[in-house]
């Protein structure tokens, strides 16, 4: 498995980013995928998750409205479409294969798996 994240960057409060994850050495469509964000000194913490079609979508409370995920699957790609961005968002972003329930289980033993993940930081 091989994912490469891609899109971070500093941007003010209220701006927008699009992350970027490009998958490979597993079925990308089969899976679902799923986005993930370590804030600096925390724990991580599941942000949202796409089904293998793109038809069904989930998102933490905190970024309900200001979030989209979506997946191309001809180019093995998922994004993270962030809008309204707060300092709260302050993280390091990865996406990980599997849904919700999955990659909770099993992110702090493989988060190392996952790729660089790319650095969002959001001024105030």
């Known amino acids: 498995v091989q994912l490469v994240e891609s899109g971070g960057g500093l941007v003010e409060s209220g701006g927008s980013l699009r992350l970027s994850c490009v998958a490979s050495g597993f079925t990308f469509n089969s899976n679902a995928m799923s986005w993930i964000r370590r804030p600096p000194g925390k724990g991580l913490e599941w942000v949202s998750s796409i089904d293998g079609p793109g038809s069904m979508k989930t998102y933490v409370d905190g970024v309900k409205g200001r979030f989209t995920v979506s997946r191309d699957n001809a180019k093995n790609t998922v994004y993270l479409d962030m809008t309204s961005l707060k300092p709260g968002d302050t993280a390091t972003y990865y996406c990980?294969?599997?849904?919700?329930?999955?990659?909770?289980?099993?992110?702090?033993?493989?988060?190392?798996?996952w790729g660089q993940g790319t650095q969002v930081t959001v001024s105030s």
């Open positions: 990980a294969p599997g849904g919700q329930l999955e990659v909770e289980a099993t992110m702090e033993s493989l988060i190392s798996y």
